[in-house]
Nanobody
């Protein structure tokens, strides 16, 4: 039973990235999934979540810029991040129930 987060990298302000959270050993489609992030010296915060039925919620800081979605056929949940800002720099984690992915680094810098 494992979650794998991928897709991070270095991007300039205003750029885009798509993060992927893939599951092995269980069906991700039966659970709500959240994307979290943790910047240096800060607490981990919830960025976006999606329920089993597809209802989404977002932190105010990312509304209108980030989109969470799921592809049940690929057993994956995605986070499309547009109009990235330097303050989006953090390690991004996906989570479902008590399972955490290992995190993927997103750095927004010119």
């Amino acid at each position: 039973v494992q979650l794998q987060a991928s897709g991070g990298g270095l991007v300039q302000p205003g750029g885009s990235l798509r993060l992927a959270c893939t599951a092995s050993g269980f069906r991700l489609s039966v659970n709500a999934v959240g994307w979290y992030r943790q910047a240096p010296g800060k607490q981990r915060e919830l960025v976006a979540s999606i329920t089993r039925r597809g209802t989404t919620t977002y932190a105010d800081s990312v509304k209108g810029r980030f989109t969470i979605s799921r592809d049940n056929a690929k057993n994956a949940v995605y986070l499309q991040m547009n109009s990235l800002k330097p303050e989006d720099t953090a390690v991004y984690y996906c989570n479902t129930e008590a399972i955490w992915g290992q995190g993927t680094q997103v750095t927004v810098s010119s």
